[in-house]
């Protein structure tokens, strides 16, 4: 069973569904209701709202499930490189905010910003190298992947010491 990184439940809260609707807006689209996708993300009555509004918030939603995807590709990608069995059948909580930062960076790409001061394009950046810390074998997400002991097996070095009467006589005095 593929257990997913991120769902729409977890993007709804947080960043939120007025976030999310702004961000997957195409240019000339005006964002679809937030408490439309509220309704259809939790199963609710949407007879409120128009076929057209209806229509647009499903739009929405396959645009952010396919951002969904994306993410999972990509870190997937990285797991592959170290040797992950995919797919998982837990995931740490750690996969489940780095694939939230990946949507949100993929929401917002058309989004003009200085890349310095972003938190988005900044927090995406800072996954990107904890992944690649994880395909070397340098970072570990707890799940089956041990970090090789740096050095081997500890080894004694000096000469051999040997405890008994002999050497512990005058020890006591």
């Known amino acids: 069973m593929n ?5 729409l439940l977890n993007l ?12 997957v807006a195409q240019d000339g689209e005006l964002p679809v ?7 259809i993300i939790y199963d609710q009555d949407t007879s409120f709202w128009s076929t057209d509004d209806v229509v647009a918030a499903h739009t929405t939603i396959s645009r952010i499930t396919e951002s969904i995807n994306d993410s999972e590709a990509e870190i997937n990608g990285f797991l592959r490189q170290r040797g992950h069995k995919l797919p ?5 909580r750690l996969l489940t905010d780095w694939a939230r930062i990946i949507v949100r960076y993929k929401l917002h790409r ?8 972003d938190p988005i394009v900044r ?3 800072q996954v990107l190298t904890f992944l690649k810390l994880v395909a070397e074998g340098k970072y570990s997400l707890g799940i089956d992947d041990r ?18 009467m002999n050497t512990l006589r005058d020890f006591g005095r």
């Open 147 to 164: 970090l090789p002991v740096a050095g081997g097996i500890p080894q004694q070095t000096g000469p051999l010491r040997v405890f008994d």
């Open 88 to 92: 998982l059948t837990a995931v740490p």
């Open 110 to 117: 058309n989004r003009v910003s200085d890349e310095k001061s």
């Open 33 to 39: 209701s937030s408490d439309l996708l509220s309704a």
């Open 12 to 23: 709804a809260e947080r960043p939120g569904l007025i976030e999310l609707s702004q961000a």
């Open 123 to 125: 927090d995406y950046k």
């Open 3 to 7: 257990v997913p990184y991120i769902t």
